[in-house]
Nanobody, 118 residues
Framework: QVQLVESGGGLVQPGGSLRLSCAASGTFFFSLYAMTWYRQAAGKERELVARITANDMTTYADSVKGRFTISRDNAKTAAYLQMNSLKTEDTAVYFC???????????WGKGTLVTVSS
């Protein structure tokens, strides 16, 4: 089975930074999967935050562009989300996703809570 475990969430003040980690394990070819961070705020739908493909192409939501950076380390089978200049609007549960769309493969972590508050 494939497991994704997020970590690094917590309470931070506006303007602060956090680095989220997604550790992947199991029998799958991590390097062939696109890794995506999603988030879901209370009362809202899940939204895409950032994605990095198997070829290291990145995509960001407009709301986080210039503030967040997604990266991956295939040797460690991990993905990261560096979040800078955090805003209260960034408060949400952040989920890690691994997807190999061509083969209909999709895995999710359980999420880590990020709270941005003064």
């Amino acid at each position: 089975q494939v497991q994704l475990v997020e970590s690094g969430g917590g309470l931070v003040q506006p303007g602060g930074s956090l680095r989220l980690s997604c550790a992947a394990s199991g029998t799958f070819f991590f390097s062939l999967y696109a890794m995506t961070w999603y988030r879901q705020a209370a009362g809202k739908e899940r939204e895409l935050v950032a994605r990095i493909t198997a070829n290291d192409m990145t995509t960001y939501a407009d709301s986080v562009k210039g503030r967040f950076t997604i990266s991956r380390d295939n040797a460690k089978t991990a993905a990261y989300l560096q979040m800078n200049s955090l805003k209260t609007e960034d408060t949400a549960v952040y989920f890690c996703n691994a997807e190999r769309r061509r083969y209909g493969l999709d895995y999710w972590g359980k999420g880590t809570l990020v709270t941005v508050s003064s």
